[in-house]
Structures are given as C-alpha cells and as structure tokens.
C-alpha cells in the first residue's frame, strides 16, 4: 500500500557529499515521522537523522552539523544532504517513515530498500 523507493547513493570520496532521496507512494493520508537510518557492514542499524510533519528535526551525534534532514511535501520526498562525508560514514542508508493511511487507521511504519553509500579515503 505504500513504497518508498531511495536514490542519491554512491561512492564519494572523503569531504565529498551526496544528496539522498526517498520518494513516498500509495495510500498516503500523512508522513507522521520520515528519518534516514544506516547500517555499517557487522554493525546494528543506527538513527541517522529525523523530521517529523511539524518540522522538528534530529540527528545522530556523529553527523550533526554535516548532514541535513529536508521534506517536499507536494512531491511526498524526503532527502538527506550528507556533506564533509568521512569513510566511517560508509553504510547502506534506509528511508522509513512513520505514515497515516487513507484506507485504514493507525499509523505504519515502511521502509525503503536501502542505498549503498562509500566514501573513500
């Protein structure tokens, strides 16, 4: 009922940036929360950054100040700008958003299928 399809990864190298995006479909009343998530090869996957449909926003410690979390809301996109990117960084990333549908009621959480990003040193 819902899709979130990612694009923007790659590989950079270290001090590059990349723009991720995350593009939301289906039966979509409201995005309560959208967030970028990352997971590093043998590590849990960790809350990178956070928006919620108020505008709040919130990230990670380790990309404060680097990464910034953003919304279109005509085109139901979320991005995450990623400057001053390090090797550390390097993860697959998922989109998930926390969604209210049109044809039952609760809210739902989806998640994309996940962007590799590299950065190399």
């Known amino acids: 009922q819902v899709q979130l399809v990612e694009s923007g990864g790659g590989l950079v190298q270290a001090g590059g940036s990349l723009k991720l995006a995350c593009a939301a479909s289906g039966s979509i009343f409201r995005l309560d929360v959208m967030a970028w998530y990352r997971q590093a090869p043998g590590k849990e996957r960790e809350l990178v950054a956070a928006?919620?449909?108020?505008?709040?926003?919130s990230y990670a410690d380790t990309v404060k100040g680097r990464f910034t979390i953003s919304r279109d809301n005509a085109k139901m996109t979320w991005y995450l700008q990623m400057n001053s990117l390090k090797p550390e960084d390097t993860a697959v990333y998922y989109c998930?958003?926390?969604?209210?549908?049109?044809?039952?009621?609760?809210?739902?959480?989806?998640w994309g299928q996940g962007t590799q990003v590299t950065v190399s040193s």
């Open positions: 928006l919620t449909s108020g505008g709040s926003t």
């Open positions: 998930n958003a926390d969604v209210v549908l049109t044809v039952r009621p609760g809210l739902y959480r989806y």
